[in-house]
């Protein structure tokens, strides 16, 4: 498979739909020629040349063509502006009668955590998709989204800017980038379409610092997933479909309790940061850790309600944070000369 088909598996597979998937589309298209042209990266833009060039005529009349674009560059400047905390977009002459200020933005949260990000970017691709939908195709959208960026990068005047809202407006939640960096990383684990998207979503932030795993740990945790999932499956479609249902994940925390160890036993963490612990054991600490998985996992995802969750991809993305904190507290880190 093509990158442009693995882009459509990855897509469906999250399980987004009109407007949030025009909306989608198209930034996938401007996010890439920005991209592009900033780091100099021509080849990474070379896989969607095909849809280009199938799409090269839109259904869409110049003039609206353009008042799209105008629209399209305001939802992406406050976008940019509600997390441009330094003052970096300067606002274009044209739109200096609109207000960007926090309070008046509606992709502004005072808290940050991966939660609102999550929220902010579902809100946008909403809003850009609602202004396509009816008139095109997500391929379509796709090509509008590169065709803009490409006519607003030649504009000297506003292309700081657009590249300005185009890059601090382009912070996803994990499920949607790996989805988008299906282009330009096609050989990557998180752009295979065989991969389900929860183990995508797990793999994708082990590697955070916050969590202070190194490559021994992160191997280990994706094994013990392996262990808990996968452990009887016969072929990757059964890997992808064997855990697809929120009953079986709703039974993921005391699986990971009552089976860590027993996998721990099997293949022991061997990590030049962390030690497995079993400072948990038995029905006795249950509570306990529940109590600790619950403080952690909120400090780091968010403590609002999830409830209700628009796609698959965000489920999972839900469900990720969840799985790594309760394996977490099954972690702890090695003494070096006496101090952590």
């Known amino acids: 498979m093509n990158s442009i088909e693995n882009w459509n598996i990855n897509l469906e597979q999250i399980g987004i739909s009109d407007p949030h998937t025009l909306g989608f589309a198209y ?7 920005v991209l592009s042209v900033i780091n100099n990266k021509p080849q990474e833009i070379t896989p969607l040349m095909p849809l280009l060039q199938e799409n090269s005529k839109l259904p869409l009349s110049s003039e609206v063509i353009r008042e ?17 905390e330094e003052k970096l977009i300067q606002i274009p002459d044209r739109f200096q009668n609109i207000s ?29 998709g609602e202004k396509i939908q009816g008139k095109l ?9 590169y065709l803009h960026a490409e006519m607003t990068l030649k504009n000297e005047a506003e292309q700081k800017a657009y590249i300005g809202a185009v890059i601090l407006s382009n912070i996803q939640p994990t499920y949607l980038a790996n989805v988008m960096n299906t282009f330009p990383l096609p050989g990557e684990f998180c752009s295979s379409p065989d991969r389900w998207v929860f183990s995508k979503e797990i793999y ?4 955070d610092q916050k969590y202070s795993l190194d490559v021994e740990a992160q191997n280990w945790v994706m094994r013990f997933h392996d262990f808990l999932f996968f452990e009887n499956a016969k072929d990757p479609e059964e890997n992808r479909n064997k855990h697809d249902s929120i009953d079986i994940l709703n039974k993921m925390m005391p699986n990971i309790y009552t089976q860590i160890s027993k996998f721990n036993d099997r293949d022991p963490l061997n990590s030049k940061k962390v030690k497995f612990s079993s400072k948990y054991s038995g029905q006795a600490h249950w509570k306990e850790f529940l109590r600790d998985w619950e403080d952690n996992y909120a400090a780091d995802f968010g403590a609002f309600k999830v409830d209700p969750l628009y796609c698959i991809g965000e489920f999972y993305s839900h469900f ?6 309760a394996v977490l507290l099954f972690l702890e880190k090695k003494k070096r000369f006496g101090i952590f």
């Open 27 to 33: 930034l996938t298209g401007s996010v890439s020629k």
């Open 204 to 207: 994708s932030r082990l590697s």
């Open 137 to 145: 195709t997500k391929e379509q959208a796709l090509v509008l989204g």
């Open 100 to 128: 960007f200020l926090n309070s008046t933005n509606k992709y502004f949260y005072a808290e940050s955590n991966c939660w609102t990000i999550n929220c902010a970017y579902r809100d946008l691709i909403k809003s850009i």
């Open 320 to 325: 990720s944070y969840r799985f790594i904190h």
């Open 68 to 84: 799209l674009g105008t629209d399209i560059f305001i939802e992406l400047l406050f976008a940019g502006k509600s997390n441009d």
